[in-house]
Each structure stands twice: as structure tokens, then as C-alpha cells.
């Protein structure tokens, strides 16, 4: 999956306390960025943020075609009207980085990245403090004075022209328009597992926000052999279940073959 092997490797290495030669050298660059705080501690703030946003930037351009597509929905969207077509990007990005990538790089024992019992408290602070830094970047925010991440808003103004890379690489090209069906991934069935988890969660905390949205959306918006009324059934079943092992029976189900190449 791209989101495993764009962060994997670098999150292994900062979790390990690992940073190569080029990630200290471009952190020791930047020495304005120092906060009142322990120099050491900041050099490798800066080692590990450098660290994963280059890796990002370089695997931005093999990011799955159906994050591209989702994009290219909410900028169609956004341009419907006029007052809100300025904040498209805000709004792809917000969807990418937001509900994506910054969770992975906070949390990434959920995603699969590593072994929750690995991190250690430094390692979660650390990358918590890298995700944020990275999610004001990609929202056009800056972080306000007094803040603990303040001193990076130099960073952020820095890499205002990586935004422009991002949004090449979240448009939909000519191949992916004309693209007939999609390449199956071997996907670890941790990684599922922990999806399903954030999906329940997700479901039983705003079923009623979710069962609205649908109630809203024409029947001709869903897919074939999907009815409107069956799927509201089923998210309002699905947020009262409390039953471990029917979370498990679906689980199972989610991580076949035939389910996964169905969704």
C-alpha cells in the first residue's frame, strides 16, 4: 500500500532514534528555526519532519489513483460555486493530509506502520508534533504565537512552493481518466483490522450525521445493486452492534479476496 511504503521506513527510523547523514545535515541548516527548548531535541524535530517530507514529496506522484479521483470530486464540487472555488485545494488537502496522511504519521501503530508497544512516549510526541506541523502547511495555517510548534512557521514558509508539487500529483492525468478497473493490492490484514476498528468507531459516532447524508443522496448515486434504504439499514445496525464477534465475523469478511476486490 502507498501509505505503508512512503512512511514505513521513516517512521521505523525515527521510532528507532535512526536519522541518516542528509536528514542532519538539512536540519543543522536551518538553525533559525531553534526554539527556546533543548538544541539536540530540535535538531531532530527538524531531521525527522525533513525526513518524511521528502518522502512524501517524492512518492506524491504514485499516490492511488482513487485518492486522485476523490480530488478531482471536491475540486468539482468546490467550483459549483464562485465563493468557494479560492479554497478547493485547502479542501483536497484537507482530505488528503487531514484524514490520511497526518493520522499515519501520529499514530502509526494504527495504520500498521509499527507496533503500538514500539513507540515510545518520546516517538509519539515527536511524531505528533511532526503531523501537525505538516497539516498547517498543507492548510495554509500558521501555528500562533506561544505555541510549542510556533518557531516551525519559518519552515512552512519555506516549502509554500511544495504545495504546487502536491496539487500536480492530486490531478487526475489523461491515463487515470481512461482507466479500466484497478490493480488489487496485498494489503496486510493488520492494516485491515485496524481500519475496520477506525470504521466502527467512525460509524457509531455519527451514524446519524452519515444515515442523514445518505437519506439526501439519490438512489441513482449508488452503485449497482446497492439500494438506499439497505445501506441506512445497515449503518443503523452496524452503530447499535456492540458484538465483538460479529466484528470479528467482518473482519474476516473484509479481509477475502472477493470482498476487498468488490469495494
Known sequence: PWIWHTLGKPVHEIKEGRMVVEDLEAASAETRLRPKRDPAAMKKLLASLHRIWTALLTAMPKIPYEVKWAATQIRQKYAESVKMEADAEKAVNAFVFVRFICPAISAPHVYGLCQEEMLSPYSRELLGIVSNVIQKLTLGQRFSEGDREEPFNDWIEQRQDDLDQISSALQMEPQDVVKQGLTALDVPRTTKDNAMEVLFHHT????????????????????????????????????????????????????????????
Open 204 to 263: 457509531q459516532t455519527r451514524a446519524v450525521d452519515i444515515t442523514d447524508a445518505l437519506s439526501a443522496t439519490p438512489q441513482t448515486e449508488f452503485r449497482d445493486g446497492y439500494s438506499r434504504e439497505s445501506t441506512i439499514a445497515a449503518i443503523q445496525s452496524l452503530a447499535k452492534d456492540d458484538d465483538y464477534d460479529k466484528r470479528e465475523e467482518m473482519k474476516d469478511e473484509l479481509a477475502s479476496e472477493d470482498t476487498m476486490s468488490d469495494l
